[in-house]
């Protein structure tokens, strides 16, 4: 276990509660699938790691098409793999799931003062101010404000993320109308090597100017990997539709002229909406 105070709350649900009863069960046939299913039994954490990871990106599609069925099957397909890595690591002697709760419960109850202490915060803003400082405090937390950065993360999702907590630690514009001459800069910056034709500048560049939209996005409460990802599934659908017709016509798209291409796109503009805008 961990060193974080414990909290006297009374248990709201029961032990016949549907929920528990439901994790209770899914421990219990995950408990025969390692005894008797030869493909359980061989898994590891290592084996498990990339399935894991393609698990959570299928979660994040569904959430991002709001596709409700998937939403819920796909959440079961990742408490799957939690409820797996703690069996291995019962039978290594290491932790169970019991252990992994009740550190969750007691982390949240921590990071919450003003819900399960004496603190105040009305607002998700004075939440937020306060996150970092509140792990900066925990025993064996991060030692700087950025270091609890996943060095694996995906890069916008990382740049996002950076900021976001150098923002908690104080590191922040004044008025957020203010990151448009920072975006305006970095873009000059990029024409100037793109002139030059230096690769490695050019590259140097082009980091800085997504890293300041990046950090527009975070300031206008825009997800930046959602909306990347909104306009990706718009280009699909619209490019699908330009193939589509292109078919209908007899006509392969390496035979379309680019003018022909644009005025299918704008059609597809006009005629498809993207699921992710639904």
Sequence with gaps: MNDYPSFPAAARRPATHPSLQAFGRLLDILDELREKCPWDKKQTNESLRTNTIEETYELCEAI?????????????DVLLHIV?????????????????????????IFRHPHVFGADVAKTPGQVEQNWEQIKLKEK???????EGVPASLPSVAKAHRIQDKARNAGFDWDRKEEVWAKVQEEFRELEQEIAVMDPDKMESEFGDLFFSLINAARLYKINPDNALERTNQKFIQRFNYIEQKAKEQGKPLKEMTLAEMETLWQEAKGTVRP????
């Design 64 to 76: 991002i098409r709001d596709a409700v069925p998937e939403i819920k099957k796909e959440l079961g």
């Design 84 to 108: 797996f890595y703690a069996k291995i690591a019962e039978e290594k002697g290491q932790f169970d799931i019991a252990d992994v709760c009740h550190s969750l419960c007691d982390k949240l």
């Design 140 to 146: 064996g937390g991060n030692r700087t404000v950025l």
């Design 275 to 278: 699921a992710t805008e639904h």
